[in-house]
């Protein structure tokens, strides 16, 4: 059974697909860490993001196994992410190790910008995840003021349209959602509601399907 969840930053995709995993015993990928290992990579040579060639050859150089760095988590690196990520050889470079992901038992749930449309076009159940702008800029406030750091919300909402529009915007694997996915507006619903709405989905799209086909489950 593969989960593909996709979505803007701080839509809340990443606690939904932890979640989703736990509950149907999926290992989890949150494909976001390869672009910023990538990004990562590149800061720590030196390197300037926006040259094409040094990225292509970091997203080779890159062990995507090892991604528990917590320096990965800087406003920073997502940043420089998604401009590393939308160099077309970066994305190849890195299709590999989520396809084989998805593809190991028992099967995975996945959560990226391109997720549904490009890794796991035949992914079991595709979900696309969004709220506000505002709403995900102050969620984003919200869990820097919790980390001690200090918060310019505003600057939080600049940060998050210019990263929207590069997603979206892009010309090999933007940000969309697959003609298959449904959506979950989580502007207004909290995890806990989130996590329900999207069991009720997945439930329903299981009983769907012919007999025999969920054996995986
Ligand atoms: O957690 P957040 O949504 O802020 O970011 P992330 O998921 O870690 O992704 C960081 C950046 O990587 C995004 O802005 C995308 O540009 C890129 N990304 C992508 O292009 N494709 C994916 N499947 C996942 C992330
Ligand atoms: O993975 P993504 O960047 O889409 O978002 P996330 O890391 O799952 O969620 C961003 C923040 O919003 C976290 O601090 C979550 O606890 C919070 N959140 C929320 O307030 N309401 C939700 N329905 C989901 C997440």
Not at 121 to 140: C, G, H, Q, T
Not at 172 to 181: I, V
Not at 183 to 209: G, H, K, N, P, W
């Amino acid at each position: 059974m593969i989960i593909a969840i996709d979505g803007p930053a701080a839509s809340g995709k990443g606690t939904l697909a932890r979640r989703l995993a736990e509950r149907y015993r999926l290992k989890h990928l949150d494909s976001g860490v390869l672009y910023r290992a990538v990004a990562q990579r590149m800061i720590d040579l030196g390197l300037d993001l926006a040259d094409p060639a040094a990225a292509a050859k970091a997203a080779r150089e890159i062990d995507p196994a090892r991604f528990d760095d917590p320096a990965l988590r800087s406003r920073r690196t997502g940043e420089g992410a998604s401009i590393v990520s939308a160099v077309p050889e970066v994305r190849a470079a890195l299709l590999d190790f989520q396809r084989r992901f998805a593809a190991e038992p028992p099967g995975a749930v996945i959560d990226g910008r391109d997720i549904g449309t490009v890794i796991c076009p035949d992914a079991d159940v595709k979900l696309f995840v969004i709220a506000s702008p505002e709403e995900r800029a102050r969620r984003r406030a919200l869990e820097l003021t919790r980390a001690g750091e200090p918060v310019d919300e505003a600057a939080i909402l600049l940060d998050i349209r210019a990263r929207d529009e590069r997603d979206m915007n892009r010309a090999t694997a933007p940000l969309k959602p697959a003609e298959d996915a449904i959506r979950i507006d989580t502007t207004t619903l909290d995890a806990d509601a989130a996590f329900d709405a999207a069991v009720s989905i997945i439930e329903r799209r299981m009983a769907e399907r012919p007999a025999g086909a969920d054996a995986a489950l």
